[in-house]
């Protein structure tokens, strides 16, 4: 009995000097990084989520999904505006962006022109798409010259010209290889006939462009105004090449909140 208390005793030392020998410092170290770790995923999920929260706010606020527009084409579009004022692309009292959605039909007002600091929509009408790109779907998108097809991404708008559709907007675009060719092309805001209900009453669609994002005539002079002087474009459309490093949702969110921080949100942008 004795003899097996000893080795219990012994066994017990044994155990705890190898507990006591395997710990160090550097698994401490280890513990402290993996509360670092977790510290810093909670931050970037918290700006994650507050960023999400502003963005839907506007989206709400201006009650945009009654249009029919698509909050994540909205949220890329926020990130893009913050991505290009980060990038010096964007003057400071920039607020009015606009957004074009060529996923859908000709035939629906998918065009909007949106105060992000009022979190106002003051537009959403018809815009049309190039010959080259489709019907009434815009499926094929370029930044060819002569291709007659509309071209994705972001766009800074610049002066104003009086040409042979009258008075048109010139377009900046923003995407090497996807929209880089703007000015080459001669891709500018202008007024067209058939962006009308009469054209889709007679055609099922509206009538279509050279690659310009054209307007009606009844709205061109509110477009052109509001949106004139270096302000945001954003077209989109259903293209898996397209990709732009102005949607980094990183630089977004740390802009928005490292500025925020000192400052009222609404007046950051």
Same mark, same amino acid.
């Given at each position: 009995?004795?003899?097996?208390?000893?080795?219990? %005793?012994?066994?017990?030392? %044994?155990?705890?000097?190898?507990? #006591? %020998?395997? $710990?160090?410092?550097?698994?401490?170290?280890? &513990?402290?990084?993996?509360? !670092?770790?977790?510290?810093?995923?909670?931050?970037?999920?918290?700006?994650?989520?507050? @960023?999400?929260?502003?963005?839907?706010?506007?989206?709400?606020?201006?009650?945009?999904?009654?249009?029919?527009?698509?909050?994540?084409?909205?949220? !890329?579009?926020?990130?893009?505006?913050?991505?290009? !004022?980060?990038?010096?692309?964007?003057?400071?009292?920039?607020? /009015? %962006?606009?957004?074009?959605? #060529?996923?859908?039909?000709? &035939?629906? !007002?998918?065009? $909007?022109?949106?105060? =992000?600091?009022?979190?106002?929509?003051?537009?959403?009408?018809?815009?049309?798409? *190039?010959?080259?790109?489709?019907?009434?779907?815009?499926?094929?998108?370029?930044?060819?010259?002569?291709?007659?097809?509309?071209?994705?991404?972001? @766009?800074?708008?610049?002066?104003?010209?009086? *040409?042979?559709?009258?008075?048109?907007? &010139?377009?900046? *675009?923003?995407?090497?290889? #996807?929209?880089?060719?703007?000015?080459?092309?001669?891709?500018?805001?202008?007024?067209?006939?058939?962006?009308?209900?009469?054209?889709?009453?007679?055609?099922?669609?509206?009538?279509?462009?050279?690659?310009?994002?054209? =307007?009606?005539?009844? =709205?061109?002079?509110?477009?052109?105004?509001?949106?004139?002087?270096?302000?945001?474009? @954003?077209?989109?459309?259903?293209?898996?090449?397209?990709?732009?490093?102005?949607?980094?949702?990183?630089?977004?969110?740390? #802009?928005?909140?490292?500025?925020?921080?000192?400052?009222? /949100?609404?007046?950051?942008?």
């Amino acid at each position: 009995m004795r003899k097996y208390f000893l080795w219990a %005793i012994c066994s017990l030392l %044994i155990v705890f000097s190898i507990a #006591f %020998i395997s $710990w160090s410092p550097a698994s401490s170290d280890k &513990r402290l990084n993996d509360v !670092k770790v977790a510290s810093t995923s909670k931050h970037t999920a918290s700006l994650s989520e507050l @960023y999400s929260q502003y963005v839907t706010d506007i989206y709400n606020t201006a009650q945009l999904q009654l249009t029919g527009m698509d909050a994540l084409v909205f949220q !890329k579009a926020i990130t893009g505006y913050i991505n290009l !004022k980060t990038a010096h692309k964007l003057p400071e009292n920039s607020n /009015v %962006i606009t957004v074009v959605d #060529f996923n859908k039909s000709s &035939r629906e !007002k998918r065009m $909007w022109i949106i105060d =992000v600091a009022a979190k106002k929509l003051l537009l959403n009408t018809w815009v049309s798409h *190039g010959q080259g790109s489709g019907d009434d779907m815009a499926t094929a998108f370029s930044n060819t010259e002569h291709s007659h097809q509309s071209s994705l991404g972001f @766009y800074v708008t610049d002066d104003v010209y009086v *040409g042979k559709h009258g008075r048109s907007l &010139r377009l900046n *675009g923003m995407d090497a290889g #996807f929209n880089s060719n703007a000015r080459q092309r001669a891709i500018v805001v202008h007024a067209a006939d058939y962006v009308s209900q009469a054209s889709i009453n007679q055609l099922g669609r509206l009538g279509r462009s050279h690659g310009c994002p054209a =307007v009606s005539p009844e =709205v061109c002079a509110t477009v052109i105004n509001t949106i004139k002087g270096q302000n945001m474009l @954003y077209i989109t459309g259903n293209d898996s090449r397209y990709a732009s490093k102005y949607l980094n949702e990183n630089i977004a969110e740390n #802009f928005l909140f490292a500025t925020a921080s000192t400052q009222n /949100v609404a007046k950051v942008l």
